[in-house]
């Protein structure tokens, strides 16, 4: 799971133009959290893995490998 997490999340930021400061400023966590999050060294909580999900417009089982359905 940690690697298909880390690398949804890394694509949905890309995708968007986004820098990993913009993310985590978008979902209230430090800069450095957010980076063990793409790193794959940290899972979020589901607080953060929900507001993850609302910020890329897409659905927690996505994130996490569950589903390949985004929405």
Do not use: C
Not at 18 to 39: D, K, M
């Amino acid at each position: 799971m940690e690697i298909i997490f880390k690398d949804r999340i890394r694509a949905l930021r890309q995708e968007r133009g986004e820098t990993q400061v913009q993310v985590a400023e978008a979902i209230g966590v430090a800069e450095s959290h957010y980076q063990r999050f793409e790193r794959g060294a940290n899972l979020p909580n589901l607080e953060n893995a929900w507001k993850l999900a609302d910020h890329f417009g897409v659905t927690i089982d996505y994130l996490v490998g569950r589903s390949n359905q985004r929405g």
